[in-house]
């Protein structure tokens, strides 16, 4: 497993405090995911962030549809995807494929601070906007 351990940072903030925390709750996940110790722990973790993203992007979904967010479909997907990817690495990693059980490690980090860059950013500003400007800007 790698022996970077990611952690939270405060330049993943985005000013919305509900979000922020969410989003430190997946920082951690990660962090342990990168850490387990066999194949079973690798599993176990990767469960309990895979509980955790569900929740995580469907709190998001609701915000998007609730607000009518112009993007919602874009960002929307971009969960899909990396969903699928990691109920996909946990089927694979189930028959042994440990390989990519690293891959998925080092590679959640960098997708999730591109995610958070761009996608969470944007959602987090519209939402810190009042409803009336909210409205004007659809
Ligand atoms: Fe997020
Ligand atoms: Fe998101």
Redesign the pocket.
């Known amino acids: 497993m790698s022996s970077i351990v990611w952690a939270w940072s405060d330049r993943l903030s985005l000013q919305y405090p509900e ?1 922020d925390a ?2 430190q709750e ?1 920082v951690t996940l990660c962090a342990q995911l990168s850490q387990a110790e066999d194949q079973t722990d690798y599993l176990l973790k990767l469960e309990a962030l895979i509980a955790h993203s569900v929740q ?2 469907e709190q ?1 979904n609701q915000w998007m549809r609730e607000t009518q967010f112009p993007p919602a479909g874009c960002h929307q997907t971009e969960h899909d995807t990396v969903l699928s990817l990691m109920q996909e690495v946990h089927r694979r990693v189930c028959d042994g494929e440990m390989d990519l059980a690293d891959r998925l490690a080092e590679e959640l980090p960098h997708w999730f601070e591109h ?2 860059a761009t ?2 950013n944007m959602l987090a500003q519209f939402l810190r906007k009042p409803a009336l400007e909210q409205n004007l800007t659809v």
Do not use: L
């Open positions: 979000m969410t989003h997946f995580h992007f998001e995610h958070v996608m969470d």
